[in-house]
């Protein structure tokens, strides 16, 4: 790869779907969002990006209804598991068509084809066939996805989770979370305050402040996302996490190009 510049983007499920009605993509939104994407790519050209993208209506739901996260056996389970890979699937599909018709070679890598965990943990995953197309100036997608487990059956990795392992061969210089907030919110939504700043070090002090998810998620939301990120900067000191609304029009280009917004996550 020519270019040092590595930036993973998730585009959350609140961004790009109706997270209180199942099953319904947010198209403008996800057209908006592509171009922007394209946009970016076109005035700085100085990056690799991964795109990953949440579930939203599509997964969370299907997932609550058949408790497909916590593992099971039998007839009932693995129809339930099918059912929440079809409707992420489905909009997998949505977005991959639409950051296409933006102009953008994009390739899906959905982990329920490759990676396999144990007791909800990654046991393995060939990510050479991410690392090649990095190489050729593809887009690498990946998603929220079903998880065969060799333990419990199966379980859910949130896209969060999939950043955490590919992180860890993918070195990337940035991990940008657009969602619907304009960060991470402090003691409540009605306070309208943004938490500048989460480090290891001011993370004790604030963690009772931040909330979960207020809609069906069943990777935790807000919190877990937080927890997550944090453990990634410790371990990749150099990383930073940005977490912003991907909502408002420009913010995602503003982003991919260099601007700092909402919530940043820094190993100090």
């Known amino acids: 790869m020519k270019s040092t510049r590595i930036i993973f983007l998730k585009l959350g499920g609140s961004l790009i779907t109706d997270k209180d009605k199942p099953q319904t993509a947010r198209l403008d939104v996800i057209e908006r969002i592509a171009n922007e994407i394209a946009e970016a ?110 333990e419990i059956g199966g379980t859910i990795f949130s896209t969060e989770q999939v950043f955490l392992h590919l992180a860890k061969v993918i070195r990337p210089n940035e991990i940008l979370l657009a969602g619907i907030e304009k960060g991470v919110h402090k003691e409540s939504k009605k306070s309208h305050k ?9 993370y004790p002090s604030l963690k009772t402040t931040i909330s979960g998810s207020h809609s069906t998620d069943v990777t935790g939301g807000m919190r ?39 919530t940043m996550i820094t190993s100090e």
């Open 41 to 150: 790519i076109h005035r700085t050209g100085d990056f690799h990006l991964v795109i990953g993208h949440g579930s939203g209506s599509f997964g969370h739901a299907t997932a609550d209804q058949f408790q497909t996260h916590l593992g099971g056996e039998g007839e009932a389970y693995w129809r339930g598991f099918a059912e929440v890979w079809r409707a992420a699937r489905e909009l997998n599909q949505i977005m991959i068509d639409y950051l296409f018709k933006a102009g953008l070679p994009v390739v899906a890598f959905p982990p329920s084809a490759g990676l396999i965990a144990e007791e909800k943990h990654l046991a393995s995953w060939d990510t050479n066939p991410i690392k090649i197309a990095l190489s050729h100036n593809l887009i690498p997608v990946v998603q929220g996805d079903v998880i065969f487990d060799l």
């Open 194 to 202: 943004i938490i500048p700043q989460i480090t290891p070090e001011n």
């Open 224 to 262: 877990a996302k937080v927890r997550l990120m944090l453990s990634l900067v410790q371990e990749n000191p150099g990383l930073e996490v940005g977490i912003f609304s991907g909502l408002e029009p420009g913010n995602i280009k503003r982003a991919l190009c260099g601007e700092q917004l909402g």
